[in-house]
């Protein structure tokens, strides 16, 4: 119902410590790929389009 309020704050968005990025791009090379979803924690609840699209991309870059 359109009176009804949600309790709850939207959740903080989920982000990746610059250090462990750049440890990880140095330590995997051109094998690293990083890809920002923008929304919370939940990227399939949240951001269905952008994390499959995500995840095809590296799905697709893995076959020969």
């Not at 750049?22 to 090379?29: D, K, M, N, Q, S």
Request: negative net charge; charged residues 20%; glycine residues 6%.
């Amino acid at each position: 119902p359109a009176d009804v309020v949600d309790p709850l704050p939207p959740p903080a968005p989920a982000t990746v410590d610059p250090d462990a990025l750049a440890r990880y791009r140095e330590t995997l090379g051109s094998t690293f790929s990083f890809v920002e979803v923008p929304h919370g924690h939940n990227m399939l609840w949240e951001a269905p389009g952008p994390t499959i699209e995500a995840i095809e991309r590296f799905l697709g870059s893995a076959m020969p």
